[in-house]
Each structure stands twice: as structure tokens, then as C-alpha cells.
């Protein structure tokens, strides 16, 4: 296979370098569609490895927290994309071998072999093997001439043409497998732009949707004949004061065993002579005007550092890796340490390096910040950590994953 992956991929990068503007129209046109149909067969083949690897348990033993995640390292994939990546292959593997033959024959898309295999399921469980079977015809009939958008549509009502005598029952199954799809594709992803804000984007399940809605809309209305905000400033500041009117409940979950609170950390100097830009404990800078107004009606707890960088007034050393402590070691990690890994603080453990029941001692020197994953990782395989010369950890591999061992570090959380 992987013989013939090489020269499938030699081929590929001859064809990059050919000169398309010399082709006629009608070359250019074959080219294009025998270019598609490369993508949809090489795509069935990606597939069929990631559902051996899925179900090999590599991702796991490699270290990573389940294959989606393992896949965004190997692949610099996001995790949406390998999350699906993941359980298509998983349908296609569980479901007729027509629909995994019509894609690696390059008949069908990627996309298409999506909806028909979710569509396919849809109508096994409403009817029968026999209905199910004609479905999979009907549908890669379909699929020669509408796109996946058109032919989830259409497909929404398929047993009327294969089992008509089950479709008002299945008409209710398929809102179901609907609802299902909603839920298990609801996400939130928050981005960090280069200039320090935030991209909010995401997909919400119906009733995620209703709840934002009946929060944000009565905080979206203009404040008066006055206010220039566009619809979507205003959509910004509500989502800003229903996250202002939760921290003042007093009601969020702690986090690392200190209550939901804001972080602003300033150097030495400017604390001295006043207050000025500060960073919060996720990486963002504001500005003094920025820093006081949370000041006002918010937690804010001042972690002054020294000409190093280094944690210089955090309150006095405690058993736990709580309190100050905690702080400093999320002022220096930043989120879970271990290689790879983006996990925010929040969701992070305090770990000792040399355990406190062995006599190891609860400072920064000692301590590492690890999501809950990888908290137990470390503790059951033969990853070390390290504190270096710089004051950051790094990892050092066990000989079977890398026999020259060579120390790692996370790049994921922003170092200064």
C-alpha cells in the first residue's frame, strides 16, 4: 500500500507542475473531473486507515486523548474536522459496502457518501434491511446529479419511494435522527486573532439556540434614538453583559479550586508607579482604561512579576497547589503543559513533579500544569517531566515512542 501510495503521489506532483494554460477547454474540463475523482478515491483510503487506527487504540498509546485529537497533531487538522473525519469512517465501515465502493470509485463525494450513509441508517431503523438496501440504489442514483445539500433534502423523505407504507413513522424517526445530528455537531470554537481579540463561531443545537436567544434579544434592543451600534455591536456587548451578570451570581463552578474570577497580571514597575496595561490569565492584554473597569464590579486579583518574568508577589507557599500557587503555575503553563495539548488552565490539574507523599515539595519549581488526561497519563506510562533552566517544563518520551528521547515542549500556549 504504501508503495503505491508513493508513486500515486509522485504522479500527483507531476501534474502540479504542468502547464494548465496550454490545455484546451475540453482537456481542461477531463482534467478537472479525473482530479476529482483522485480526491474522492484517495479520501475512501484515508478513511478506511483512520477507521484502523481508530480502532487500533494508536492514538491513546501514543499519548493523545482519544484519535480526533491525535489526528489534529499528525494532520494539523481542526478538531471539528478530524471529529468527523473519525465517525465518517466509522459510518461507512458500519454501513453498506456500496456506499464505501461508490466513493473509492470517485462516483460520489465525500459529502455525499456522508449523507447517504446518514440517511441509509435513518431508514434501516424506520424499516427494514430490504428497504435500506433500495435506499443506498436510489440515493447513489441521486447522487449523479444533485449536491449534498439537495440530496440530504431529498433524502429526508426517501421512504416514500422505498417503503411507503412505514414513511409518516419514518418522517418522525428522521426529525429524531435530526435532533441527534444537532447535538452531536453543537460546538463553540473561541479563536484568538493576532491583535488580541477573540472570533466567536459556532453551531448551537435547537434548544441551545432558543435559550441564547430569549438571554441575548432583550439586552440587543437600542438603548435609544442615540445609540450608533450596528445589530451586531449590540449582539457583542449582550453576549459581554449576560457573562458580566453570570460571574456576579457567584453561582459558576470553581475553577482548580478558586472561585470564577478575573485574572490581571502587571509588571514591577508600572504597579509602582500606576496601574497600566494588563494581561489577563488567557493571554490577552488590556489597557489601563480596559483594566479598571472590571476593576469596578469584579474579582481582580494582582499578580505582580519581576524583570524576569517571574512570579514575584503571589502570597504565602500552601500544602495544595491552590490559592497563589495555582496562580503562578497558570501565569507560567499557561494551560496543560503536555506536548501537544491546548487544554485552558480551567480544565488543568496541578501536578508535583516529585510527588508530595515522596517527599516532594509544593513550589512552581515542582509543579506542572496537566489536563485531566494527561495528569493520568503521566502518571501511568513512562513520560518524565522536567522543570528547565528557563523556568518551563518540558517531557521527555518513553524509548519506545522515541528511542533518542528527545525533550518536548507545548506550543500551543503563548510564551513571553
Aim: proline residues 6%.
Amino acid at each position: 500500500m504504501i508503495d503505491a501510495l508513493e508513486q500515486a503521489e509522485a504522479a500527483v506532483a507531476a501534474c502540479s507542475d504542468a502547464a494548465t494554460w496550454a490545455a484546451s477547454e475540453h482537456d481542461l474540463v477531463a482534467a478537472l473531473d479525473a482530479a476529482h475523482r483522485l480526491e474522492q478515491r484517495v479520501a475512501a483510503v484515508k478513511l478506511a486507515l483512520v477507521r484502523e487506527v481508530d480502532g487500533r487504540g494508536t492514538a491513546r498509546r501514543q499519548g493523545a486523548s482519544c484519535t480526533p485529537v491525535w489526528l489534529r497533531e499528525r494532520l494539523r487538522l481542526t478538531i471539528p474536522a478530524a471529529r468527523r473525519l473519525v465517525e465518517l469512517a466509522a459510518t461507512l465501515d458500519n454501513g453498506p459496502a456500496e456506499i464505501r465502493q461508490a466513493l473509492a470509485d470517485g462516483a460520489i463525494s465525500v459529502e455525499q457518501a456522508r449523507v447517504i450513509g446518514d440517511t441509509v441508517a435513518t431508514v434501516h431503523a424506520a424499516a427494514d434491511t430490504s428497504a435500506a438496501g433500495k435506499a443506498v440504489d436510489v440515493l447513489l442514483g441521486w447522487a449523479g446529479q444533485f449536491d449534498a445539500t439537495l440530496l440530504r433534502r431529498m433524502g429526508a423523505r426517501i421512504l416514500d419511494h422505498v417503503a411507503p407504507e412505514v414513511a409518516d413513522a419514518a418522517a418522525e424517526a428522521a426529525l429524531r435522527a435530526q435532533e441527534a445530528r444537532a447535538a452531536r455537531d453543537r460546538q463553540v470554537t473561541v479563536s484568538e486573532q493576532s491583535d488580541g481579540r477573540l472570533r466567536l463561531s459556532g453551531i448551537l443545537d435547537t434548544e441551545a439556540a432558543a435559550v441564547l436567544r430569549a438571554a441575548i434579544d432583550p439586552l440587543t434592543t437600542p438603548a435609544g434614538p442615540d445609540d450608533t451600534r450596528s445589530p451586531g455591536q449590540r449582539r457583542h456587548d449582550a453576549l459581554a453583559d449576560i457573562c458580566r451578570l453570570a460571574l456576579r451570581t457567584g453561582d459558576l463552578p470553581e475553577n482548580g479550586g478558586d472561585p470564577t474570577q478575573i485574572v490581571v497580571t502587571t509588571n514591577y514597575d508600572s504597579l509602582t508607579r500606576q496601574l497600566g496595561a494588563g494581561a489577563l490569565d488567557t493571554g490577552l492584554h488590556l489597557t489601563p482604561d480596559t483594566v479598571r473597569r472590571p476593576a469596578c464590579d469584579a474579582t481582580v486579583l494582582p499578580a505582580v512579576l519581576d524583570s524576569s518574568s517571574q512570579p514575584l508577589d503571589l502570597g504565602r507557599q500552601r500544602r495544595l497547589i491552590t490559592g497563589p500557587l495555582r496562580r503562578a503555575l497558570i501565569l507560567r503553563d499557561r494551560g496543560c503543559a503536555f506536548p501537544g495539548c491546548d487544554r485552558p488552565p480551567r480544565w488543568c490539574d496541578a501536578h508535583h513533579i516529585h510527588h508530595w507523599a515522596d517527599g516532594g515539595p509544593t513550589t512552581l519549581t515542582n509543579a506542572v500544569l496537566l489536563c485531566g488526561h494527561h495528569h493520568r497519563h503521566l502518571h501511568h506510562t513512562d513520560w518524565n517531566v522536567r522543570i528547565t533552566a528557563d523556568g518551563h517544563p518540558e517531557f521527555i518520551p518513553p524509548t519506545w515512542l522515541d528511542p533518542t528521547q528527545i525533550p518536548r515542549r507545548n506550543h500551543y500556549h503563548r510564551r513571553t
